[in-house]
C-alpha cells in the first residue's frame, strides 16, 4: 500500500508558470500535478505551494556552536537548532559551510570542523534533522593548514561541494588595502605596526601555498566528484583559472565583468540573498540586484541568514521587471540543485522529491507555513 497525500488549493509555482491546483504525492515523489482541479485533500487556503529551497552556502551553523566568542555548544544540539532555522526558513536541502584553513578570522581548530561534520552526520543518520543536509568546505587556499584540515574529510560523502578561496591583502575580494584595512585591522583592534606585520605574513602566506594548496584541492575534488566553487573573483584571469580547473560555481564574484565572464562560461553565478533583501553588498561589493537585471545571476545564498532566502525570491520579482515569480525561485531551488548534481529535487514536476512549502505572502517579509521533505512534514 503506497502512501499519498494530496495539496489541494494551492497556487503551485511551476518551473515556468503559477497554476492554482492540486499536488498528489506518491511515497516522497510528486506523482501529478492538477491544475484547476478540486481535489479531496490537505487545503492550502489559497497559499503558495513551492518546490523546497535549495542552499549552497550557509555560514549560519558557526554561530550556534559558538554562540559567543571562545563559547562552545554541544555540537549535536547546534546542529539541531541551525537546522530548525533553516527548515523553518524553506530550506529542505542545505549544504553547510565548514572552514579549512584558518585565515586568522575564525579562531577555529581542524579538528572542530571534523567533529561539527560527525555531529551533522550522526544528527541526521539518527532523524534528528528536519533538512537534508550536506558539507561545503570552505577552502583558505592561502593558509598553512590548510590540507591538514582539509584531509580529515577523504572519503566523506556527506561532503559535495568545495571552495577554493584567498582572503590575503591584494587579492579578490581585498584587491583594495581600504576593505581589507576596515575588515581586519578595525574589527581587531590591531596597531600600524602589527597590522602591518599582519598583512606581511598573510602576502607571504598566499605567495608560497595558495597555488599549490588550489592545485591539491582541485585535484582530489575532481577525482571523487566534488563540485568546485571558486570564490570572490574579480578579473578575467580569475575567471580563466577558474574554468580550467573545472569549477562548476561562482561565488560573490566582486565584479560585474567576473560575473559576466563566469556566466557565459556556464559556470553558475552565486550571489547573497542577504544582499538583496538589504539593497546592495555589506562589504561595498557589487549589488545583486544588478546582476539579476543584466541576466547573469543563477544562484541565490543566504550567507548568514536563512530566511533572507525566500524573501530575497519574493523581492527580485518585485523589484525587477523582467523577472517573475517563478525565475527568481528557480535562483534558490532548481539552479543550485543542478549546479550540485541534485537533479532529483528544486522543481514541483512528477518525478521529483516532494521537497515542498507552503508560503503565504501579502507583502514585506513572506511567512513559511509549513514544510516537507521527501513528502513527509517537518517544519
Ligand atoms: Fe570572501
Known amino acids: 500500500m503506497s502512501a499519498e497525500t494530496v495539496f489541494t488549493n494551492a497556487r503551485i509555482v511551476l518551473a515556468d508558470e503559477i497554476v492554482e491546483g492540486s499536488v498528489l504525492v506518491r511515497d516522497g515523489r510528486i506523482a501529478a500535478i492538477d491544475a484547476g482541479a478540486s481535489r479531496a485533500g490537505e487545503d492550502m487556503g489559497g497559499d503558495y505551494l513551492m518546490p523546497g529551497l535549495v542552499e549552497l552556502h550557509t555560514d549560519h551553523l558557526e554561530g550556534h556552536y559558538s554562540p559567543r566568542p571562545g563559547v562552545r555548544w554541544n555540537a ?33 581548530d581542524p579538528q572542530e570542523m571534523r567533529d561539527l561534520a560527525d555531529a551533522i552526520e550522526t ?33 566523506d560523502s556527506r561532503v559535495r561541494l568545495a571552495s577554493l578561496m584567498d582572503h590575503a591583502p ?47 584541492i582541485g585535484e582530489h575534488c575532481r577525482g571523487v566528484g566534488v563540485t ?61 540586484r544588478d546582476l539579476a537585471e543584466a541576466g547573469i545571476l543563477d544562484v541565490l545564498s543566504s550567507d548568514y541568514v536563512p ?33 550540485v548534481g541534485l537533479t532529483d529535487r528544486g522543481l514541483i514536476e512528477a518525478g521529483r522529491r516532494a521537497d515542498l512549502i507552503r508560503v503565504r505572502r501579502e507583502v514585506g517579509a513572506p511567512v513559511v507555513r509549513s514544510v516537507w521533505r521527501e513528502g513527509v512534514r517537518v517544519a
Do not use: W
Not at 534528528?128 to 584540515?149: F, K, N, T, W
Not at 523581492?315 to 543550485?336: C, G, H, N, R, Y
Open 170 to 216: 591584494g587579492q579578490r575580494q581585498f584587491q583594495t588595502m581600504g576593505q581589507y584595512t576596515l575588515y581586519y585591522k578595525t574589527k581587531r583592534g590591531l596597531t600600524d605596526d602589527q597590522f602591518a606585520v599582519f598583512v606581511a605574513r598573510r602576502q607571504e602566506q598566499s605567495a608560497l601555498y595558495s597555488a599549490p594548496h588550489r592545485r591539491a
Open 76 to 108: 549535536i544540539a547546534a546542529v539541531q537548532a541551525h537546522d530548525a532555522q533553516v527548515a523553518t526558513s524553506g530550506i529542505t536541502t542545505v549544504f553547510d559551510c565548514l572552514r579549512m584553513g584558518s585565515d586568522e578570522d575564525g579562531g577555529f
Open 228 to 288: 568546485l566553487a571558486s570564490h570572490d573573483d574579480a578579473t578575467l584571469d580569475h575567471v580563466d583559472e577558474a574554468v580550467r580547473d573545472g569549477v562548476r560555481l561562482a561565488e560573490f564574484p566582486t565584479s560585474v565583468e567576473a560575473a559576466r565572464a563566469s556566466h557565459d562560461a556556464g559556470l553558475s553565478v552565486l550571489m547573497g540573498a542577504p544582499n538583496i533583501v538589504r539593497g546592495g553588498s555589506h562589504s561595498g561589493n557589487i549589488a545583486a
Open 307 to 339: 530566511s533572507s532566502l525566500i524573501f530575497a525570491a519574493f523581492q527580485l520579482a518585485d523589484q525587477v521587471e523582467t523577472i517573475d515569480l517563478p525565475q527568481a525561485l528557480s535562483f534558490v531551488t532548481e539552479k543550485p540543485a543542478r549546479t
Open 123 to 155: 544528527a541526521q543518520v539518527e532523524g534528528r534533522l528536519r533538512s537534508d543536509h550536506y558539507i561545503h568546505l570552505r577552502c583558505e587556499v592561502s593558509a598553512p593548514d590548510v590540507l591538514d584540515a582539509f584531509e580529515r574529510f577523504r572519503g
